[in-house]
């Protein structure tokens, strides 16, 4: 023991700086995941979006096909699900995806058509 340092000094630093590494790497564990879901329900609104907008386009008749089979086979490419499809006879498409992010159900909806006039 040097002069001026009491016995149970000894190795403290070392433990606290161990307990810094453990807190920061459980907080890493805990963040890391949450930023994982947040990408994936942004993929899932995007989901929405692209299959209403394909919907409308076939409804429209610039596509070929019955537009919601087209917005299902555009989310299943995504790895996501239609929950609800429906087109209204203004040609507006509503569509409602849904998937598992981290085991909790999330869904997001869109509507796309013709403007408004």
Do not use: N
Not at 25 to 42: D, N
Not at 71 to 93: D, F, K, N, P, Y
Request: hydrophobic content about 50%.
């Amino acid at each position: 023991m040097k002069p001026g340092r009491i016995a149970e000094d000894e190795g403290s630093g070392s433990i606290a700086g161990a307990a810094a590494v453990v807190f920061v790497a459980a907080l890493l564990c805990a963040v890391v995941p949450l930023g994982a879901a947040l990408a994936e329900v942004e993929t899932l609104r995007g989901a929405a979006d692209a299959s209403a907008l394909a919907a409308a386009d076939t409804a429209s008749g610039r596509v070929a096909g019955v537009a919601c089979e087209q917005a299902t086979a555009i989310v299943r490419r995504l790895g996501v699900e239609v929950s609800s499809c429906a087109v209204s006879a203004q040609g507006v498409a509503s569509i409602s995806v849904t998937t598992t992010i981290l085991g909790i159900s999330v869904g997001a909806r869109a509507r796309a058509g013709p403007p408004v006039r």
